[in-house]
T-cell receptor, first 116, second 111 residues
Framework: AQTVTQSQPEMSVQEAETVTLSCTYD???????LFWYKQPPSRQMILVIR??????QNATENRFSVNFQKAAKSFSLKISDSQLGDAAMYFC?????????????FGTGTSLTVIP | SQTIHQWPATLVQPVGSPLSLECTVE??????LYWYRQAAGRGLQLLFY??????ISSEVPQNLSASRPQDRQFILSSKKLLLSDSGFYLC??????????FGPGTRLTVL
């Protein structure tokens, strides 16, 4: 089974600064999808960004970008110009190929604190 | 647009009582449906997923069960709750080659 590892249980960043959250995964598939979700105190899971494994270009969404290293099986999230509203739990997720069941696997999360 | 509903939002139940949590999806057909549990300060644990009516796969054997009586309805049940069943339960849906969309969750406390 695929595993997703987030090695940073907690991170903090100064407002307006940049922070990078790490994620690694283990898989033997070549076709899959990766996601970062944000869970604020409301506990609603919100999609931040997604990356298709077949795309070499790193995904970006405004202040959020990823560094996708397929060979290293690494998928880090960079948050630029951090804002107070970015404080949340962040989960990295892996989705298997549609041919192998559409399974999702989540990391254990990184709690991000934004310091004013 | 698609929406996902979960109820109740909050539930307090005594040990040994039954449980029924409901999840419904609107605006899509034949979605994959998922039940997750999240313990306090922890990650998501996949409990069940379903690719169609009556088709349920269990990831973690325990005293919980799931059913999908209709295409867009997913129910999580238990005949007798345990203290360890306390947590935050999330329902989610997805379609082929897309992300998961999550419901607002149910906070269950077993006393």
């Amino acid at each position: 089974a695929q595993t997703v590892t987030q090695s940073q249980p907690e991170m903090s960043v100064q407002e307006a600064e940049t922070v990078t959250l790490s994620c690694t995964y283990d898989t033997s598939e070549s076709d899959y999808y990766l996601f970062w979700y944000k869970q604020p105190p409301s506990r609603q899971m919100i999609l931040v960004i997604r990356q298709e494994a077949y795309k070499q270009q790193n995904a970006t969404e405004n202040r959020f970008s990823v560094n996708f290293q397929k060979a290293a099986k690494s998928f880090s999230l960079k948050i630029s110009d951090s804002q107070l509203g970015d404080a949340a739990m962040y989960f990295c997720a892996y989705r298997t190929s549609p041919n192998t069941g559409n399974q999702f696997y989540f990391g254990t999360g990184t709690s991000l604190t934004v310091i004013p | 647009s698609q929406t996902i509903h979960q109820w109740p939002a909050t539930l307090v139940q005594p040990v040994g009582s039954p449980l029924s949590l409901e999840c419904t999806v609107e605006g899509t057909s034949n979605p994959n449906l998922y039940w997750y549990r999240q313990a306090a300060g922890r990650g998501l644990q996949l409990l069940f997923y379903s690719v169609g009516i009556g088709q349920i796969s269990s990831e973690v054997p325990q005293n919980l069960s799931a059913s999908r009586p209709q295409d867009r309805q997913f129910i999580l049940s238990s005949k007798k709750l345990l203290l360890s069943d306390s947590g935050f339960y999330l329902c989610a849906w997805s379609v082929i080659a897309d992300e998961q969309f999550f419901g607002p969750g149910t906070r269950l406390t077993v006393l």
